[in-house]
């Protein structure tokens, strides 16, 4: 499929922050389907999970479970076309298992690079 945004840029990037907001900060997870296209496909994915909004709901769910109090801040977001950069870090408490890794009750804070494509308002 060929991306395509008739929203532009300034959309593409409003909707990223409102996806990082709602699903990466405050983990409303029953709205995933509003930000991501049934099309997308993670080319980083975890293995085993499917694409679409399911597998985005699953990896997300992981991460809450992981790190229940995580929040995510964007330092530097970027958008060109349907195209958006979002350079952002993510912090909490490793509350839970993730990957197998056994919980270490630490604080921990990940930076994240992703480039994400839109698509009718959608990742």
Known sequence: ???????????????????????????????VAEFVHPAFVDH?????????PEGVKAVLGMIREAFPDHDAKVIHMIAEGDLVATYKTFTGTNLGPLFGAPPTGKRATIRVMDFVRYRDGKV
Do not use: H, Y
């Open 44 to 52: 980083s994915k975890v293995p085993g999970l499917p694409d679409g």
């Open 1 to 31: 499929m060929q991306p395509t945004s008739a929203e532009g840029a300034p959309a593409n990037k409003a909707r990223q922050q409102s996806f990082i907001e709602t699903l990466q900060s405050r983990g409303q997870l029953d709205r």
